[in-house]
């Protein structure tokens, strides 16, 4: 079994900046895909970015693209995201995952971290 535990969310003014993290335990997550999907208040969960075991691939979405930043650390379990130029339509609950074929799909993702909460203030 596999436990993700999101941190690092809070509240951050527009064109601020914040990493959240999401360390895995349980087992390694060898040859997983790690991403990060968020979901705002009334709407539905959406893909925000995702990384390869290696590290070497990373995917965006067009909304974060040039913005965000998602890295990993294998060594430690666990993946980043680095969000900066925020905006308030960036506010949402943040959740990352863990899948073997990982896509843009959440339903690619078997597990899933409680969420962490961003809030960007206007």
């Known amino acids: 079994q596999v436990q993700l535990v999101e941190s690092g969310g809070g509240l951050v003014q527009a064109g601020g900046s914040l990493r959240i993290s999401c360390a895995a335990s349980g087992r390694i997550l060898r040859n997983y895909v790690l991403g990060w999907f968020r979901q705002a208040l009334g709407k539905e969960r959406e893909f925000v970015s995702r990384i390869s075991w290696s590290g070497t691939l990373t995917y965006y979405a067009d909304s974060v693209r040039g913005r965000f930043t998602i890295s990993r650390d294998n060594a430690k379990n666990t993946v980043y995201l680095e969000m900066n130029s925020l905006k308030p339509e960036d506010t949402a609950v943040y959740y990352c995952?863990?899948?073997?074929?990982?896509?843009?799909?959440?339903?690619?993702?078997?597990?899933w971290g409680q969420g962490t909460q961003v809030t960007v203030s206007s």
């Open positions: 995952a863990a899948g073997t074929m990982g896509t843009r799909e959440a339903y690619n993702y078997e597990y």
